[in-house]
């Protein structure tokens, strides 16, 4: 056996996500001729929050431990890969923490041209595909606008299969598949007289999908994707997705079927001054046939940054500004404003972020904090 560091762990398994992006970590190659692998990581994000709605007793000073994962990825040949990835803080379906949330196989049918099986991102926006820990303002989920942790399993991932693919020269990318989907509007009630195989056995697969076209460089890969590029690549990029899944809405009350739709833009460009400037949107519509009405309803989301060329230090700083909003059929809107700055250490592997944040949620008092946070993988 032969141990190799510094190498990719998102070339094995995220389909060439590219150093500057993916976890580094040790790499065992065994097997005739060295064609099979086997590469672990590490991976954590923390932070400190103060926090202030007006309520003393709801005030804040605390730090959190948001993620711990550990990373494991595989490669029997060129043909057949797979992942296996914990994270000991992410929620489980009954309420605890400690969840598998990745495991699955990858067969390469032609290099354009993969079969995902077993537990993962299902095909949805690229906030959901880049998750926090890739994307823009210090590892922060936009859970606001983008609520696909709520329908489609735990922390994003459901359990399913997928084709994923691409073509003219890699810059129009596409997944489909078909999922449990229903784990999801467990989290809002079960209907009464349903138990919880009754309720699993009533429901057909969630079928997704997304479509995306880069018209400037073309971005690697399709699922586990990023949000931003940190001013390595020219991008252009729209994306559509769309979710349905018959039964797939559980109310307290009722069950409806679900349908969703989102589409989204990137925008980044190199050059611009002394550093590169983003630009990232999104709109989304969900339905839940009237089942789940907090969870039914219309959203936005938009973020712009910039990152500087020079290094400072360590790192380079990239400020930021966010917006988001959800409109509920329940008569709830839910507001987010973010104002704040990353500081690059090494791409995703390391980097430190200082933001302001205010939420407004209907008949609700104004939330204010301020969060200083931190993500560091190997």
């Given amino acids: 056996?032969?141990?190799?560091?510094?190498?990719?762990?998102?070339?094995?398994?995220?389909?060439?996500?590219?150093?500057?992006?993916?976890?580094?970590?040790?790499?065992?190659?065994f097997g005739e001729n060295k064609e099979s692998s086997l590469t672990v990581g590490f991976g954590m994000r923390?932070?400190?929050?103060?926090?202030?709605?007006?309520?003393?007793?709801?005030?804040?000073?605390?730090?959190?431990?948001?993620?711990?994962?550990?990373?494991?990825?595989?490669?029997l040949n060129d043909k057949i890969s797979g992942m296996l990835n914990y994270d000991a803080k992410a929620p489980t379906p009954t309420g605890g923490t400690g969840e598998v949330i990745d495991a699955n196989v990858q067969f390469k049918i032609t290099p354009d041209l993969e079969i995902w099986a077993g537990r993962f991102l299902s095909p949805s926006?690229?906030?959901?595909?880049?998750?926090?820990?890739y994307s823009l303002g210090g590892g922060y989920w936009s859970s606001i606008a983008s609520r696909y942790g709520y329908n489609g399993g735990f922390i994003g991932r459901d359990d399913g299969v997928a084709v994923a693919g691409s073509a003219m020269g890699?810059?129009?990318?596409?997944?489909?598949?078909?999922?449990?989907g229903h784990t999801a509007f467990n989290l809002s009630g079960t209907p009464t007289g349903y138990t919880g195989s009754t309720?699993?056995?009533?429901?057909?697969?969630?079928?997704?999908?997304?479509?995306?076209?880069?018209?400037?460089?073309?971005?690697p890969g399709l699922f586990y994707g990023t949000g931003n590029y940190l001013g390595g690549k020219d991008i252009l990029a729209i994306g559509i997705a769309t979710r349905t899944q018959a039964g797939g809405s559980t109310g307290s009350v009722v069950v409806g079927d679900y349908n969703s739709t989102s589409v989204d833009f990137l925008f980044e460009k190199k050059g611009v001054g002394p550093g590169a400037i983003s630009l990232e949107s999104a709109y989304y519509t969900y339905n839940t046939d009237g089942a789940v009405l907090s969870e039914q309803g219309k959203a936005v989301s938009a973020a712009l940054g910039y990152i500087?060329?020079?290094k400072l230090g360590w790192g380079q700083f990239q400020p930021f500004v966010r917006y988001q909003?959800?409109?509920?059929?329940?008569?709830?809107?839910?507001k987010k404003y973010d104002i704040g700055t990353d500081y690059i250490i090494k791409g995703y592997n390391a980097r430190v972020a200082g933001f302001y944040s205010k939420q407004s949620v209907t008949n609700a008092t104004d939330t204010n904090s301020f969060t200083v946070a931190l993500q560091v993988q190997f």
């Fill in 1 to 29: 056996m032969k141990l190799k560091r510094n190498q990719v762990f998102g070339a094995l398994i995220f389909g060439m996500l590219g150093v500057n992006y993916a976890v580094a970590g040790p790499t065992i190659e």
């Fill in 46 to 75: 923390a932070d400190f929050t103060n926090s202030d709605n007006g309520n003393s007793a709801a005030k804040t000073n605390a730090f959190t431990l948001d993620n711990a994962r550990i990373y494991l990825s595989g490669k």
């Fill in 125 to 133: 926006d690229r906030a959901n595909m880049a998750g926090s820990f």
């Fill in 170 to 180: 890699g810059k129009l990318q596409y997944g489909f598949g078909a999922f449990n």
């Fill in 199 to 219: 309720l699993a056995s009533t429901y057909q697969p969630m079928y997704s999908g997304r479509i995306q076209y880069d018209l400037w460089d073309a971005e």
């Fill in 308 to 310: 500087f060329n020079e």
């Fill in 325 to 334: 909003k959800f409109d509920a059929d329940s008569q709830i809107t839910t």
